[in-house]
């Protein structure tokens, strides 16, 4: 673990755990050596790493991983909300996902995510669930692309830097 305090976000969260609409959440990154980095939001730690094959240490996931687990882990909620909401079996709900990397640029080219439902969800009520499954916080950020910007920190010269 990462010495470097957390980074705890105020403001008001949203039902899908991320800070209200207008609101900024503050993520923090730390480089730990070679390939390793700890990152802290709202006070947990998450370890990224690259594969020994690659030159890392294989002491966390990599950063696409995490990204695929991120798409994989909003559906599961989103999905397990629906199931609540209505009153319907949860245990053995579960999200898998795969991808495949493109290049020029290097992106994940594609993402194929798997919904297994619980045992006792009606036929009526499985198109209802993955259409709210399939539109998850994280989903909607790659359907509907975020403006992203990269700045040096302080720099008083790009508006969107951070002090």
Same mark, same amino acid.
């Given at each position: ?30 480089? #730990? ?37 991120? /798409? ?10 629906? #199931? ?44 209802? /669930? /993955? ?33």
């Amino acid at each position: 673990m990462s010495s470097e305090p957390a980074i705890t976000a105020a403001g008001s969260a949203t039902a899908a755990g991320g800070p209200a609409p207008g609101k900024i959440q503050p993520v923090r990154v730390g480089h #730990l050596g070679g390939d390793r980095f700890d990152i802290n939001i709202r006070g947990h730690v998450i370890r990224t790493d690259q594969p020994i094959g690659d030159g890392g240490e294989d002491t966390g996931p990599t950063p696409t991983e995490l990204f695929i687990a991120s /798409l994989a882990g909003c559906v599961a909620f989103y999905a397990r909300r629906y #199931l609540e909401r209505h009153a319907l079996p949860t245990e053995g709900l579960a999200v898998e996902a795969d991808f495949h990397m493109g290049s020029r640029p290097a992106r994940v080219a594609r993402i194929n995510v798997h919904l297994t439902i619980p045992d006792g969800v009606p036929a009526e009520r499985r198109q209802a /669930l /993955l259409a709210v499954a399939s539109h998850c916080t994280v989903h909607n950020s790659l359907t509907s692309v975020p403006e992203i910007s990269v700045a040096f920190a302080g720099d008083p010269e790009q508006p969107n830097s951070i002090p």
